[in-house]
């Protein structure tokens, strides 16, 4: 076999490893999606104004949690680099250590949203949106600690190249969703209509739902019996809370800057009224929809990163990162196509309203646009991550997304009168140049750790 014959076979295995790891991990996420979709779908037709206090209280309810699912997101890495170095049982002290973060964060970020109701008039939101808004906060903000949770035991699951619970239990959720979202909101039976208020109820439901299954999941499955990951707790050990902040605080900050962006940009177009904000509501529901697939990839990607580290291999951590950007590549061809030629039949799936279809069609067209480098910039987040180089990618995000994208979207949408349109090609301008730092950050990266070795 020829040296070139044997590192195709190399990156042909790479590849289908990643695509085997990433599979139940994008389809995880296309169903976090879907609970997205279903919330919309059932507030659509429940009416305009609740679909936009939906949209609104969504961004509320996403800006602080941002910030969880990127401090937890340290867990992988770290997970899979002591997997890799065959360290696996030092896997259980880290788990359980992150844990304690988890409740931490749920219960300040239930505090957090308890106080939103407070700023919605101050923050510019339409007066006839802010009840439902705040109807959908207070019924999804008891879910939060179950979030936490979740994220936690999923992140580990994750990191020892286990991804089909996150899979099974997201659909399990939308089977949880659907049924009692709609009866909560439309009213049925002894359930009186809720409305905005029931959809965010049944969403705190289902979070809880998966949450419990997951622990017990965890607790009686043999693959995870040698770790005995319930069977003791530590106090808060400061080193290694150290060591998984310091990784993943500016993960969190990455996250929240490309996340309130988004959220950002949704909050605004409250202020341009209801059709806006429930247009737009479809389009960026869509749009998650589409990015849940590089996200899984870029997941998978980090696992591969970190457990190429573990094992101080060069080459299968250059492999990981270029098996990542073509999955991507393939994937993302596929979501431009289906935004532009089914851009009206996806918005009409959502409302009845005609108004908001055509200005959501429209608002489609901009994600279309935006696919690629949406998607390499959370592949190079996601390498990144495994290579626990955060800090200086963190301010590229900042850069690019509050440099950037917000003030041209904000300037383009709000003070040149150009609307919802404009604000898209904020976030558009952020995403591209995000693309470009953080590929530049990665490729960068590796290119010293191949000169220099990995220590």
Same mark, same amino acid.
């Given at each position: ?23 139940? &991990?994008?389809?995880?996420?296309? $169903?976090? %999606? #879907? ?6 779908? /059932?507030? +659509?037709?429940? @009416? ?102 979740? &994220?936690?035991?999923?992140?580990? $699951?994750? %990191? #020892? ?6 899979? /099974?239990? +997201?659909?399990? @959720? ?121 996200? +899984? ?124 349109? +404009? ?33």
């Amino acid at each position: 076999m020829t040296s070139t014959t044997g590192k195709r076979v190399l990156m042909r295995h790479e590849m289908r490893t990643t695509a085997v790891l990433a599979a139940p &991990l994008v389809l995880g996420h296309v $169903s976090s %999606g #879907l609970i997205g979709f279903v919330d919309s779908a /059932l507030a +659509g037709h429940h @009416g305009t104004q609740t679909l936009a206090g939906v949209s609104v209280g969504n961004a509320l309810y996403w800006l602080p949690m941002t910030v969880p699912m990127g401090v937890l997101m340290a867990l992988p890495p770290h997970v899979s680099e002591l997997d890799g170095a065959g360290r696996r049982h030092e896997v259980p002290v880290v788990f359980r250590q992150a844990l304690w973060l988890a409740l931490g964060l749920g219960i300040a970020l239930f505090a957090i949203l308890s106080t939103w109701r407070y700023l919605l008039g101050p923050m510019g939101i339409d007066a006839e949106v802010i009840p439902h808004a705040v109807g959908f906060i207070d019924g999804i903000r008891w879910g939060i600690p179950a979030f936490t949770f979740y &994220l936690c035991m999923r992140y580990l $699951s994750d %990191g #020892l190249h286990w991804t089909l619970p996150t899979m /099974l239990l +997201g659909f399990g @959720g939308l089977l949880v969703l659907v049924p009692l979202g709609y009866a909560m909101a439309f009213g049925v039976g002894p359930l009186p209509e809720m409305g905005a208020n029931g959809l965010g109820v049944a969403s705190a439901i289902m979070l809880w739902a998966q949450a419990i299954c997951f622990a017990l999941y965890l607790w009686r499955s043999k693959r995870f019996a040698d770790l005995a990951l319930f069977s003791t707790f530590e106090r808060p050990n400061k080193a290694i809370l150290v060591k998984l902040l310091r990784t993943g605080l500016p993960i969190g900050g990455m996250v929240a800057m490309e996340g309130g962006l988004f959220i950002a940009t949704s909050l605004l177009m409250g202020r341009l009224g209801a059709t806006p904000a429930a247009a737009h509501q479809i389009a960026i529901n869509v749009a998650s929809l589409c990015f849940m697939i590089p996200m +899984g990839i870029a997941e998978a990607t980090t696992v591969r990163v970190g457990h190429a580290m573990g094992q101080s291999d060069t080459g299968k951590l250059r492999r990981a990162v270029i098996a990542g950007y073509t999955l991507l590549l393939i994937t993302q061809t596929l979501s431009v196509i289906l935004l532009i030629s089914g851009n009206r039949w996806v918005a009409d799936i959502y409302t009845n309203d005609v108004v908001v279809a055509t200005l959501a069609s429209h608002l489609l067209i901009f994600a279309a646009i935006f696919q690629l480098p949406d998607g390499v910039q959370v592949i190079s987040a996601g390498a990144l991550r495994g290579l626990k180089d955060t800090r200086v990618p963190m301010l590229l995000a900042a850069f690019s997304y509050w440099g950037i994208g917000m003030p041209v979207g904000a300037g383009l949408g709000l003070a040149a009168g150009y609307g919802p349109a +404009g604000m898209w090609v904020g976030l558009t301008a952020g995403l591209t140049v995000a693309a470009i730092c953080l590929c530049w950050r990665a490729m960068r990266t590796i290119r010293k750790l191949e000169t220099h070795g990995i220590r």
